[in-house]
Each structure stands twice: as C-alpha cells, then as structure tokens.
C-alpha cells in the first residue's frame, strides 16, 4: 500500500509539511481501505505512517517524488502531515507516471483533485519496474551514429542501408 498526494506539494517545492482537509482525506481509495483507515487513530497513524508517500502537483507536470512520513497531527478540520523526501528515488517524470497509473490505480480525473488517498499496490516496485522500462524503450529508440567512410578506411560493415523502390 501507498498513500498518494496531490495537489499538495512537487518535486520543486522546498515544503516538508502539507495540510489536508479531513474532507479530501482518503478521496479515491477503495471501499475496504476508507473503512479501515477513516477513524485516524493510534493505529491507523502508525499503519499509514509505514506506507510510503508519492506527492505531486495536479496534472503532475514537473513530476513527483516519493516521501516518508513523518508525522500526522489533527489540527482543527484538517491533517497536517510531516514528511521526508526520499532522495534515493529522486523525482519521477511526468512519463513514468503516465506509464505506471494504470498500475497505481490513480485513475484519468483523479490528476485533476486535490486529495490525500490510500492506494493499493506496492509503490516503489511499481515505479522501479516502470523506469526500467521507459529507460529500455528509450534506449531501442535511439539510432546509432550515422559513420561516413574516411579515406584507406574498409567498407563500414555495422551500418546497413535500406532502398525502397517506389
């Protein structure tokens, strides 16, 4: 499990502190969670605080990043969650994100709410097994260096030209 902001704080922001309306709290998580999760006591803090966090802005276009948290405190009708930023992941891009939704059951409008929920699935695995394969499918994508024959050179034999007829 995982617990997802957004809306809140960006890989650019120096925060390590958001404050969420208990109405916006545990938007988007399934029906098993919420019931698990909606009395924020004791337990519940201490269970949630074991989840990682992934923070990014609405329409995640500066990316996000992953977080511990730190501490959650009932502060009037809201939750003030403190957090540390988990520097080893770094930020993820807008693309690994667009790649792993689906899998981080974040759905299509929910990019577009300000809202703290409670996700299954397992965050960093997810992640990690997303980057690799955007890292690989950028690396198929990539051409190799166009080699011009150079004067007493042999004919270049790694490279290999395709002629279409019309």
Known sequence: ???????YAGPKD??????????????????????RFRDLTGDAVRKIMD?????????????????????IKEVGRSYK??????????????????????????GEFEFYRTHWAVKQGDLLDILSRHKSDLENQQSRNELPENEPATDDS???????FIVHGH
């Open 1 to 7: 499990m995982y617990n997802l902001f957004i809306g």
């Open 14 to 35: 120096p925060d390590d502190s958001v404050e969420v309306s208990v109405s916006r709290f545990l938007e988007y998580t399934d029906d098993e969670t919420r019931m």
């Open 51 to 71: 989840y990682p966090a992934l923070f990014m802005h609405e329409h995640y276009e500066d990316g996000a990043f992953v977080a511990e948290i730190t501490s």
């Open 81 to 106: 969650v403190e957090f540390r930023q988990d520097t080893q992941v770094g930020v993820i891009s807008p693309d690994i994100i667009s790649a792993a939704a689906l899998e981080l059951r974040i």
């Open 154 to 160: 042999e004919f270049n034999k790694s490279q290999g």
